[in-house]
């Protein structure tokens, strides 16, 4: 099982409405917080790529800011299913390397669950 470990730098993606207790509660040193709102919009999508460290050529775990990804949401929120389609179609080595997460606000690394990729 491929947890999130303590040393691991890690891009907390968050339903708005827990942006700020994620930024209150997180390692400044090796977690970031993207506040993503009930409907995504294309600037989310732009934040998010900026983020991970997406090249116009394709995105490179190796040199990616961020190794492991935890969406921070509620169940049936719209951010949990727009971030797993985002990465399913943009960044498939992230998944593979099961580097993408999700848990129930507030983010807790040790209840966080690996999304596969299927």
């Not at 294309?42 to 492991?68: C, T, V, W």
Request: hydrophobic share 40%.
């Amino acid at each position: 099982m491929a947890m999130i470990g303590p040393d691991d730098s890690v891009l907390l993606i968050v339903e708005d409405a827990f942006g700020y207790q994620a930024k209150r509660l997180r390692d400044r040193t090796r977690e970031g917080v993207l506040p993503v709102e009930d409907a995504p919009t294309a600037q989310d999508l732009e934040n998010l790529r900026i983020s991970m460290g997406f090249e116009p050529d394709g995105f490179d775990l190796e040199q990616a800011r961020y190794h492991k990804v935890c969406i921070v949401a509620t169940e049936g929120s719209p951010v949990r299913y727009w971030v797993m389609s985002f990465f399913a179609e943009t960044m498939p080595t992230l998944v593979a390397a099961d580097g993408l997460h999700v848990c129930t606000p507030p983010f807790d690394r040790t209840q966080a669950v690996v999304i596969r990729a299927e």
